[in-house]
DNA sequence: GTAGGGTTAG
């Protein structure tokens, strides 16, 4: 076959214009087809833009078609080429990538239009994780004028960033002939995410010139980091913002887990005219989500809707979902759910099913997963954990262990950390503590806090002194600093009516200086939130009327045989002491303040720090029958849906 | 052809 070369005919034009906006490979068979009877496949421009657009399009099976046809061609122009390393390495085998791109150096000896491939294969390099064969190529390009290209010598600092190489990239960037706004962005962007806080702030400091995207840089970057106040820094002595600059720091602050603070940053975004895309929407439904603010979550939907952002950009199903879920309102996930899940994204799955985790909805988060088999969508390591953390809360054990195995053996997917942390905790929670230890003896990877707080947390629940004390001073040694073992020993201590044990918990807090996380529960009462720490009813402002509120609930509960659960307190004092100090739990306040302001028979919601605790609960049940209301709590880990006196947990949480 | 923001997780 030879390429000839005809003028730029109409047909050629038109058929370049069609290659343009093809969006499925059939679209490509049948231009390739219609080229092929026309002749076309012989006109070099158009055979070019064939396989580079086929190569760049990111769909299913494009590469190899776009690599069957190049096959077929004699004497390939850099062009192709270029097509083809760029896409190889985007979104197929980088090493193909590496391949194209050393056969184009054998075959053509045009070096500037060779440069422009270049990017793609240190790409390649750092995908690949390849650090020697990045090397060799660095030092082949020193050897020539590439070196010169901006374009080059950043993709190779970028390449030894990626590959976690910092020290080596940044000899690489000092060496560079000249530095411009692209090298020292990157540069910073390379420490922020190996956690070099100094050294980025050096470098930002240091900068002839700087421009929004290094300001975003290091707002993004420090809150990374969990250095939020730095990222509030920046921001603030920033002159122009753009939407980036706003939804990094809402991120930050939702990393930092001051959700309100994100929240309000976004109402301020909004009323300086700056128009949230999707990315921002993404960022201010997870602080929504955080803070279980259905109505703002609703406006931020109704503002997708009416603004026409397709629910299948980014990550906006997913969000909604999950900020659904955590409000409470799982027919809403579902609603969403429903809308997208025909599309291929197992994000969409994956939250649905976690969603149906926190629900304790076990049997449903299964069909989800068995649906998601027979659609044929990958289920990848996240939706495993969603699914055994869906078993663990519904107390489907079997099922857990089924799916484990099933996980390794039909997906491929080894079980990390975390997947372990699922199976010790579904044994644990149902019971199981011996099945659960085994587990911590013989898995690969050493057991880390979760796990031993999850046999803690199990044996406080069970009642199990001589696990429990293990298992807490494992905790206690991997995080000295993590407040609720100490808690949960105590607990446990106080429940066995060891009394001793409990105080040398207390002095050995006392001595480290740990403080007890103190329990805090919000309720939003006519779009206005409202919030009870423990112990605290006084100093919000809301008066006795809380407490004699509660003092009503205790007596008209004792006769419907409510006992106060004193192994809830931690503290070792007076009986009495006791149960007023049970009366003061954030969640019972919000509570009270629920049932004085809300008319009667309306659904009450809370939201709930820490996890909510036993005498809470058998609380909130009666409550639920005694005053006919429908009360919504979410913990720390679940949901908990009271009504007719009982809890959708089954009181297994 | 090179630099900045988003999710699901025991």
Redesign the pocket.
């Known amino acids: 076959m030879t390429t000839i070369s005809v003028p730029v005919s109409t047909l050629a034009n038109e058929t370049i214009s069609k290659l343009k906006r093809c969006k499925s490979m059939k679209e490509f068979h049948q231009i390739h087809a219609h080229m092929i009877k026309t002749n076309l496949v012989n006109h070099t421009l158009t055979i070019s833009k064939l396989i580079a657009f086929c190569s760049?399009s990111a769909l299913p099976n494009s590469l190899s078609y776009a690599s069957s046809v190049f096959r077929r061609i004699e004497n390939p122009n850099y062009f192709i080429f270029?097509a083809l390393t760029?896409g190889s390495c985007d979104y197929g085998d980088p090493l193909d990538s590496i391949t194209y791109y050393v056969d184009m150096v054998s075959c053509l000896n045009e070096l500037?239009k060779i440069?422009?491939?270049?990017?793609?294969v240190l790409?390649a390099c750092s995908k690949l994780r390849a650090f020697k064969q990045g090397k060799q190529f660095f030092g082949q390009i020193l050897k020539t004028q590439?070196w010169f290209?901006?374009?080059?010598?950043?993709?190779v600092v970028?390449m030894f960033l990626e590959l976690g190489e910092i020290e080596f990239a940044r000899r690489v960037f000092d060496k560079m002939p000249e530095r411009?706004?692209?090298?020292?962005?990157?540069m910073?962007?390379g420490y922020l995410?190996a956690g070099e806080v100094d050294l980025a702030s050096q470098l930002f400091e240091e900068m002839p010139e700087r421009?929004?995207?290094?300001?975003?840089?290091m707002?993004?970057?420090y809150?990374?980091c969990g250095r939020c106040e730095l990222a509030e820094e920046v921001f603030r002595m920033m002159n122009e913002?753009?939407?980036?600059?706003?939804?990094?720091m809402?991120?930050a602050y939702?990393?930092d887990h001051h959700s309100s603070k994100a929240l309000d940053l976004f109402r301020e975004m909004l009323s300086l005219g700056v128009k949230?895309?999707?990315?921002?929407?993404?960022?201010v439904?997870?602080a929504i989500?955080?803070l279980g603010f259905v109505e703002e979550g609703k406006w931020v939907h109704d503002y997708i809707s009416s603004n026409k952002i397709n629910l299948n950009?980014?990550?906006?199903?997913?969000?909604l979902?999950?900020m659904y879920?955590?409000c409470g309102y799982i027919e809403n996930a579902y609603d969403v759910f429903r809308r997208v899940s025909h599309g291929q994204?197992?994000?969409?799955?994956?939250?649905m099913?976690?969603?149906l985790?926190?629900h304790g909805l076990g049997q449903e988060a299964l069909e989800v997963f068995l649906e998601m088999e027979r659609m044929n969508i990958k289920p990848?390591?996240?939706?495993f954990?969603?699914l055994?953390?869906a078993f663990?809360?519904g107390g489907l054990v079997d099922e857990g262990q089924y799916y484990f195995e099933i996980m390794q053996e039909k997906y491929n997917i080894a079980p990390?950390?975390?997947?372990?942390?699922?199976l010790?905790?579904?044994l644990a929670?149902a019971g199981n503590l011996v099945d659960a230890l085994k587990v911590i003896q013989h898995m690969p990877i050493e057991?880390?806090?979760?796990?031993?707080?999850?046999i803690l947390s199990a044996s406080t629940k069970l009642g199990n002194v001589v696990i429990g004390e293990k298992a807490a001073l494992r905790a206690i040694e991997l995080n000295p600093n993590d407040s609720s073992s100490y808690v949960m020993l105590s607990n446990i201590y106080a429940k066995a009516g060891k009394w001793d044990d409990v105080a040398k918990v207390r002095l050995m807090m006392k001595q480290r200086g740990v403080r007890k996380i103190p329990g805090c529960s919000s309720i939003v009462v006519d779009g206005k939130v409202h919030q009870f720490l423990v112990a605290k009813e006084t100093d919000m402002g809301y008066g006795s009327n809380i407490h004699s509120k509660i003092e009503e609930l205790v007596s008209r509960l004792k006769l419907e045989g409510y006992e106060p659960d004193l192994s809830q307190v931690l503290l070792d004092v007076e009986q009495d002491g006791k149960g007023s100090l049970l009366n003061l739990h954030s969640e019972k306040m919000a509570l009270a303040f629920g049932l004085i302001n809300t008319s009667n028979g309306a659904p009450i919601h809370i939201v709930k720090n820490l996890r909510i605790c036993c005498d809470c609960h058998a609380f909130i049940k009666l409550v639920s029958s005694v005053y006919n209301r429908k009360i919504v709590v979410r913990d720390q880990?679940r949901f908990h849906h009271f009504q007719n006196g009982s809890c959708s947990c089954r009181d297994y949480w």
Do not use: M
């Open positions: 760049l270029y760029k500037d440069a422009f491939s270049l990017p793609s790409k590439f290209d901006p374009f080059v010598s950043n993709s970028r411009d706004l692209i090298s020292w962005n990157s910073i962007t995410r421009d929004l995207v290094s300001f975003n840089t707002i993004d970057g809150g990374k913002k753009d939407v980036v600059s706003w939804t990094s809402i991120s939702v990393i949230p895309d999707v990315p921002a929407i993404v960022s439904l997870a989500a955080d950009s980014g990550f906006i199903a997913s969000s979902i999950e879920s955590k994204k197992n994000g969409d799955w994956n939250s099913i976690s969603g985790a926190i990848d390591e996240i939706t954990l969603g055994f953390s663990s809360h990390k950390l975390q997947h372990y942390g699922c010790i905790d579904l929670r057991a880390d806090v979760l796990a031993w707080k999850a880990k």
